[in-house]
Every structure is written in structure tokens, then in C-alpha cells.
């Protein structure tokens, strides 16, 4: 397969030739698709002798090329796998034509043009483009597209490209034929290139911009599926008025085209004015999806919107700056997500996100900074580093520049670079630049600033107190240090906000403050505080104010104290989910800490009391356990399947001890569950939680209204039914689990939950159950949605994915081998499931390292190969 070669940020060169425009003439055929492509040529060092223009080229069949309409003699280019060369092209401007076949239908790898269903569809980034004609496919190219498709009317009535449809109707020279036209005027890098061909239903909207041009706003499902369609349609209109309102920035053609594809390797892809979807993502409504996949719908609609902006009027100069238009994509989704329902539960979501995910990856074997400086396959690099660590960075801008700074930066970056394709570099100096024009000083260096984007790894900051009771007098030490990462063992120290307040015993809290971290060691002396044995209450990271990991001093007594009182919420949070830590890893470790227990009981108990915490979404983040990958960080030797029994054991000794109170909320839950999302939401999650806890604790009422939830009105609840079952070996978990597959069998989109629910159920015969899965009649081994949810599902079952006698991990290593086969993409992400290997036992090592070695001696694409050298480095 495709051999491995390195690329390099530093050898990063501008494109010897501009390519002002495009134009593809696609042909669709029953077989086959030719693809005319002419591109005007423009050498950017003119005069000088010619240099070779390298063009990319992936599984095209090259029919003829021709340079200024003169047939191209053998001897002036070269064909190698995944390249042409012509030796000497002209000096002056020129135009370059190829003619080329390629196969969509038996393109298994999701990249470039391939079929899904019915119809035909494209995936362009990272670098599809060159499986679709020959291009230099790179970011730093952009080129005014026009597209002209034409196929059979019948097969394929919807023909859809980028930009403005300048002409459709049929085509005289054949029967039965017909094409479009699209022009788009705004010139973009190849990865933003789309196409649809396909027998597809439009459902239309509207949206009136602010300066009150009117936008077609169409979403483009197949047959059967428009009934699903509000949500998605509802989320594009508040994502089009929020980027007005926030930004000033507005929607900059006639119209805006959505496609549903059931075969998409990721969430949705933002091309412009055609952005393609992965259909789970576009299809819900209460009855089919749960509230949260309602807000994720929500979120990534919103996501591939705000990219017209920062990604494509702004796009990025190489695959190095990924993050420029990733990062800050995320960062205003989070922002759009937050003003839309809540600030506090959506940094909570965030911070809880980013420690599960991105800080295991920022600990292991594949950590690389923000912005990375090599890589084999750019698809391996689009990770939570680049997405949400990139993210914090922007806030982190934001947090030590004061809101109306940052936003003048905004402006200023969005003004200065729209239409050119920019670096991080760029980004980071508009924001210093347009906050700067107040005259204010900045407060801390940009240059330090910015080694947040070259250095890996999760830095630790360390706080040690020393309380002078006689004066009032608080001493803090504060230590930041930042663990070696695969390629740099030295770091360096980083600006890290720190917001922080104090607590008084009383609950009162103080004013929030920003301290700017800078320095290996630095002290703050706080004077005056009244004379105690014990100081205030210590409030750290305040709205999760870096991605950072922290340890202080603070006892269990201070942190219940925070975990009652702090009025922030994240650190309100935070201080439970270290108690939940503590109590967690002593279960996980065999020996239960019953004071603790106890003492966080009462706790809960005053939380759910009738005159307690009265906001329910509130009261469940409280109740919630810190994730699976948090706790085996904090452990000396991890150890999944026993955090998974300890947190199945504390929620029975939770649900039998607190069954009254448990019982006295979930009665008080009334007529607002039925209310319709957002509304109800923080009581569906509280009676889910319940459920949850109580069934654990064996009782069977709760399990019996669990199984009636399955098929009820209500996705979210028969969902939370399932989730409360899943662990228990009961009567009503089979019968939830054939209930639920009785009712969605029809609908693709909502079985992939049940094959995640199957194979994430922990049974004796787990595998064998596994492989019934993957050999089930509904089963799509060509969807990734599928795999994931079979393959994933099986990662998250720590009872057979840990299985002892290593044949878990083997499986999974089989299975990977056999996907990446097919798609490259799926694959290697798969394949990061044994990234904690190192962090095992000497025996689980052993096992892992034999799945390992399945994958290392098989034949596998670049991507995986990638992926599992950096797993065995
Ligand atoms: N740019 C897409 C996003 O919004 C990511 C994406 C979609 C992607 N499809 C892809 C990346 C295929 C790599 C390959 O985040
Ligand atoms: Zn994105």
C-alpha cells in the first residue's frame, strides 16, 4: 500500500504556480465517472527558466493531457502512483487540461467522489481531492471553481456542486440526460470542493440575513427521511443570527445546501455553500434522538456553519495550521452552545470532555502539540488536540485579554486575512494587535503565549499553601512543570491563567481574580484575611481557566466545603468530582474509604432534600462520576475493568443508601419531562441518573419503569432506561435490549445504538456475542457509523475488551485489520484503542502487545501504519 514519507513544517514552501481558476466538466456514467478538468496556470516566478509542476493523483485512470490545447508528447510529464510531473511546463500563463476516469463504486475508502445509498457524494478534505483529478491538492492553492455534472435524469435527479447554480435543464445530445452548472465565486482550496449527484429529497427554508438578503437554506435527504429534518433546519437559522449577532459576520451566497450521507467517515464536513453530513447528524427529532444528541445536532450544524468563516474565507496555509480553523471553529460552536442554553453546563461538558479524552491522548504515545511540525497521514491529525486543546488556547486568549479585547482581535483577524490562507501565527497576532489598539498593555508575553501551540502534553500545576493564622496571611507556591512527550523531552514553562477566588466559611465568596502563571515557581502572598485556624476556602481554575492539570493541598473537609458553597460552577464541580476520584480509586483499589462514603452521603442527601440544589441538570453534574480515562490517569497502574466494577459497586451502595431521598426527588419530577427540548432536559437526565443508581441497588420497580421507558414516547428516556440496565444481569436488561431492537430494526441511523448497546453489554460470551454482530443481516460493514458502534462499543466493554486472557484485544486487532482494508480513515482511528498499553500491568502488557503484534506483521494503509509505529515507539 501507499509508502510512508514524512512531511515536515519546515520545509513548508509556497506553490510554484497559481491556479486562479478550475473548471470540471464530471460526466456521470453507469460505471464510471470522467472528469474533464481545465485549470488556468499562472508560474508565480515568471520569466525564469520553468520549473516542474507537480500535480497529485490517486487510483485515476489519466486518459490524455494537454497544455494550451496541444496534446501532451510522453516524453514532457510523468504518471508514478500517486503523482504527474510535467517536466517543463510553459513559463508564461497556461491552461492545463486532463481527462481522467475514475471509480466511485467500488471506493470503499470515503475519500474523494464515492456511493452512498443511491447516490454519489464527495470528501475532499484532507486530500480526497486528488481522487478526483489530478491537482496540486493543498490548502494554499485557491481557485474560483466552475462544475458542470451530467448524468441520467432518472437515476440521478439532484446535481449539486459549490457556490451559485447558473444553469440546469437537459442535455440535447442525449436522451435522458441532463446537467447542472455551478459557479462559485468565492475562490477556495481544493478540500472545500463538493459534489452530489443523487435521488434526493429537499426540504427548504429560509433565512433573512441582517442585511436583508434572503438565503434558500436546503436540506437534501433521501426518500422517506424529510420528516427528520426540523431540527437540523431550525439549528442552521439560530447558527446563521448568532454569527451575525456575536461576530458581525453573515452568510455570503444565494444558497445554502445540506446533504445527509449514511456512509461519512466523520461528524460533517463544511464545503462551502454544500456542506455533506454524516446523516446521524442530520436526522432526529425527540421521538428518534436523545437531548443529547439534539444539542450535538445542534452544535456541529452550527460547527460546519461558522466555518465559512474561519475555514473557508479564511482556510488554512498547510495542514500544520489545522488548528487554525479547527480550534477556533470549536471555540465558537462552544460559545454558540453556551449563549443558547447554558454557560455553566457547557464548560462543565467541555473541561469533563477534554480531561477524558484530550489529555489521555496529550499522555501517551500519539501526543503532539496544537499546532504538530511532521506527520505521515494528515487524517491521523485530526484529533482532540488540534480540535479542543486548540479551543482552550483561544480561550485562554480570551480569559487574559478581557472579553472586548479579544473581540476587536476578532474583528481584526477576520478583516485582515478573509480570502488568504493564514497560519496560527497570523491568528495569534491579529488577536494581540486588535487588542492592543486600546493602548493597554498586554499582561503577560505573546511569545511564551504561543509556545502553547509548539510544545505537547498536559502541563501540571502544583499549589502549596502556608496560613499564617495570627496574621491573616496566605502564602501560595505555585509550581508548573509539563511531563516529556514523544520527541520533546524539555519543556518550557507556559502563561497560564489562573483564576481563582476564596471561599469564607460561611459560603460567602470573594472577588474572582486572574493570576498570571509564567514561571517555573512563582508566590502569591495574600494579607489580611481574617485570623483563623484555617484559611479560606481556595477556589482554583475558575471556569476551567487552562487545560491544565492541577494538585493542591486542599483537605476533603475544604473541598465538601467547595463542593456545597463555590459560585462557580465548574469549580463547584470540580471539587465533587475529586471526592468521587478519591472515594472511586479506594474502591477500584479494594479497599473502601467508608468515612469518606458517608460523608460525601449527607452531603448528597442535603443536595437532594427538598430545599436543596433545585436546578436538576445542576444536581446530576454533581452526581456524576469523573470518566473511566480520568481515574486510570491517577492510578500507578491502570486498570479499567476495576474502575468499572468500582463505579457499578459505589452506585448500588449510593442507590441503597440513599433510596429514600432518591425516591422523594424522582416522584417530584413532573409533568416537565414530557416538555420538549430544550425544555425538561435537567429532569430527564436527573430521573436517568436515578434510575440509574436505584436499579443498580436492585430495586425493581425502578427497573421495570427503566424496560417501559424503551418503548415509550421519549428517545432520551428510553435510553436512559437501557444505560441504568446495561450493567445489571436481569430479566428487564434482555428485554430492553429486544424491545429496542424490535422498534428501530428499520431505521439504519438508530440501530447503530443497539449495535453499540450490544456490544457494550458485559456478558460471559462476550465476544461470540460480538461476532453475531458483526455477522448480522443489518449489519454494514461499508458504514462507519456501524463499525464504530460494533468496534467502539466493544473498546468500551471492559469486561470483555480486558478480558484477562488477552482475547479481547486480539479480536480487536483482527478486526482493525480487516477495516482498514477498506477505509484507512476508520481504521487507523480504531486502531488508538490500545493506546494505553504502557500504562498496564506487566501481564495485560503482554496481552496487548500480542494484538499489537497482529497489527504490526499485517499489511496495512499508511494511516494505521502510522498509528501503530508511534503506539510501539
Ligand atoms: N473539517 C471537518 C470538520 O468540520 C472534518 C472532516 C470531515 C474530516 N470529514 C473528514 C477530516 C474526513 C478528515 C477526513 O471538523
Ligand atoms: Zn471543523
Redesign the pocket.
Known amino acids: 500500500m501507499a509508502p510512508a514519507s514524512t512531511v515536515r513544517l519546515l520545509d513548508y514552501r509556497q506553490y510554484p504556480f497559481a491556479i486562479p481558476s478550475v473548471s470540471l466538466d464530471v460526466v456521470i456514467e453507469d460505471r464510471l465517472v470522467q472528469v474533464t478538468s481545465t485549470m488556468a496556470v499562472e508560474p508565480r516566478a515568471s520569466g525564469s527558466a520553468s520549473e516542474a509542476m507537480h500535480l497529485r493523483g490517486v487510483e485515476l485512470e489519466l486518459l490524455e493531457i494537454r497544455i494550451d490545447d496541444q496534446v501532451l508528447a510522453s516524453a514532457d510529464y510523468s504518471v508514478e502512483t500517486s503523482r504527474l510531473v510535467l517536466k517543463h511546463p510553459p513559463a508564461e500563463p497556461f491552461s492545463l487540461t486532463t481527462v481522467c476516469r475514475v471509480d466511485p463504486f467500488s471506493n470503499a475508502s470515503l ?1 474523494g467522489l464515492y456511493a452512498s445509498g443511491g447516490m454519489l457524494t464527495t ?1 475532499c ?2 486530500e480526497g481531492f486528488r481522487r478526483i483529478t489530478f491537482h496540486p491538492d493543498r490548502p494554499d492553492v485557491l481557485s474560483r471553481y466552475r462544475v458542470r455534472i451530467e448524468a441520467d435524469r432518472q437515476m440521478y435527479p439532484v446535481l449539486l456542486s459549490n457556490g451559485n447554480l447558473i444553469r440546469s435543464g437537459d442535455v440535447a445530445s442525449a436522451s435522458g440526460r441532463h446537467e447542472a452548472i455551478w459557479d462559485d465565486p468565492f475562490p477556495k482550496p481544493s478540500y472545500l470542493f463538493a459534489l452530489v449527484a443523487g435521488d434526493l429529497r429537499e426540504v427548504r427554508d429560509s433565512f433573512r440575513t441582517a442585511s436583508g438578503r434572503d438565503v434558500a437554506l436546503r436540506l437534501h435527504v433521501e426518500p422517506g427521511d424529510e420528516p427528520f429534518t426540523a431540527h437540523a433546519m431550525a439549528s442552521l437559522q439560530r447558527s446563521m443570527a448568532w454569527d451575525e449577532k456575536v461576530y458581525g459576520l453573515e452568510y455570503d451566497l444565494d444558497e445554502f445546501n445540506t446533504v445527509a450521507v449514511r456512509h ?7 464545503n462551502k455553500s454544500l456542506n455533506i453530513f454524516n446523516s446521524k447528524l442530520v436526522l432526529a427529532d425527540a421521538e428518534t434522538a436523545t437531548d443529547g444528541e439534539l444539542e450535538r445536532i445542534e452544535s456541529v450544524v452550527a ?2 456553519y461558522f ?1 465559512n468563516w474561519s ?1 473557508n474565507r479564511i482556510t488554512c496555509r498547510d495542514w500544520f495550521q489545522l488548528s487554525l480553523k ?1 480550534g477556533l ?1 470549536v471555540f465558537r460552536d462552544q460559545c454558540f452552545t453556551a449563549d443558547l442554553h447554558s454557560q455553566a453546563l457547557k464548560r462543565i461538558e467541555d473541561a469533563s470532555m477534554l480531561r477524558n479524552t484530550q489529555f489521555r491522548e496529550d499522555a501517551g504515545p500519539t501526543a503532539h502539540p496544537v499546532k504538530p511540525d511532521a506527520y505521515q497521514a494528515i ?1 491521523n491529525f ?1 484529533t482532540t488536540t488540534i ?1 479542543e486543546k486548540g479551543a482552550e488556547l483561544i480561550r485562554m486568549l480570551q480569559t487574559l485579554l478581557g472579553k472586548e479585547r479579544f473581540m476587536r482581535g476578532m474583528g481584526l483577524y477576520f478583516r485582515r486575512h478573509d480570502g488568504e490562507a493564514a497560519t496560527t501565527n497570523d491568528f495569534v497576532a491579529a488577536i494581540l494587535q486588535g487588542a492592543l489598539e486600546d493602548g493597554e498593555p498586554l499582561g503577560f508575553d505573546p511569545e511564551q503565549f504561543e509556545r502553547w501551540y509548539v510544545q505537547a502534553g498536559t502541563p501540571e500545576v502544583q499549589i502549596a499553601r502556608a496560613w499564617d493564622p495570627q496574621h491573616g496571611r496566605l502564602t501560595l507556591t505555585i509550581r508548573q512543570t509539563t511531563a516529556a512527550t514523544p520527541g520533546q523531552p524539555d519543556k518550557q514553562p507556559l502563561v497560564i491563567p489562573l483564576l481563582w477566588s476564596l471561599v469564607g466559611a460561611d459560603g460567602e465568596p470573594g472577588e474572582e481574580q486572574l493570576l498570571v502563571l509564567d514561571q517555573p515557581e512563582q508566590t502569591l502572598v495574600l494579607e489580611g484575611l481574617a485570623s483563623a485556624e484555617q484559611p479560606p476556602a481556595l477556589s482554583l481554575f475558575r471556569q476551567f481557566s487552562a487545560p491544565v492539570h492541577w494538585q493542591a493541598d486542599q483537605s476533603m473537609t475544604e473541598l465538601f466545603h467547595l463542593f456545597a458553597y463555590d459560585n462557580d460552577p465548574f469549580a463547584r464541580w470540580d471539587a465533587g468530582q475529586q471526592l468521587w476520584q478519591r472515594l472511586l480509586l479506594a474502591r477500584a483499589a479494594g479497599d473502601v474509604d467508608i468515612a469518606l462514603e458517608k460523608q460525601m452521603q449527607s452531603s448528597l442527601e442535603v443536595l437532594l432534600a427538598a430545599d436543596g440544589e433545585q436546578d436538576p441538570a445542576v444536581l446530576v453534574t454533581l452526581l456524576s462520576f469523573p470518566g473511566g480515562a480520568e481515574l486510570e490517569a491517577l492510578q500507578e497502574v491502570a486498570e479499567p475493568l476495576d474502575l468499572y466494577l468500582a463505579g457499578c459497586a459505589l452506585r448500588e451502595q449510593l442507590g441503597t443508601a440513599l433510596a429514600i431521598p432518591l425516591k422523594a426527588r424522582l416522584e417530584q419530577m413532573g409533568p416537565q419531562l414530557d416538555q420538549v427540548w430544550p425544555e425538561g432536559q435537567g429532569e430527564r437526565q436527573l430521573t436517568g441518573l436515578i434510575w440509574s443508581w436505584l436499579a443498580a441497588a436492585g430495586d425493581h420497580q425502578v427497573r421495570d419503569q427503566a424496560l417501559d421507558a424503551v418503548t415509550g414516547p421519549s428517545m432520551t428516556m428510553a435510553r436512559y432506561g437501557l444505560r441504568s440496565l446495561q450493567p445489571l444481569d436481569c430479566v428487564q436488561r434482555e428485554k430492553a435490549l429486544q424491545r429496542f431492537h424490535d422498534r428501530w430494526q428499520q431505521r439504519p441511523v438508530i440501530f447503530d445504538t443497539w449495535f453499540a448497546l450490544e456490544a457494550s453489554t458485559p456478558r460471559a460470551d462476550g465476544l461470540e456475542r460480538i461476532q453475531t454482530l458483526l455477522d448480522h443481516p443489518r449489519f454494514d460493514p461499508m458504514a462507519p457509523n456501524a463499525v464504530r458502534a460494533v468496534l467502539g462499543g466493544l473498546a468500551g466493554n471492559p469486561v470483555v475488551f480486558h478480558a484477562a486472557d488477552g482475547s479481547g484485544y486480539r479480536f480487536m486487532a483482527q478486526q482493525i485489520i480487516a477495516v482498514d482494508q477498506r477505509n484507512a ?1 476508520t481504521a487507523s482511528r480504531l486502531a488508538k484503542v490500545f493506546s494505553r498499553w504502557r500504562f498496564y500491568s506487566k501481564e495485560r502488557q503482554r496481552q496487548v502487545l500480542e494484538g499489537l503484534a497482529l497489527l504490526q506483521s499485517a499489511e496495512l494503509s499508511a494511516n494505521t501504519r502510522e498509528v501503530v509505529d508511534m503506539m510501539m515507539a
Open positions: 475519500e470528501q478534505e484532507a461519512f467517515n466523520m461528524g460533517a464536513m463544511e460547527h460546519e466555518h475555514g479547527e471553529t487524517d485530526y480540535y480513515i
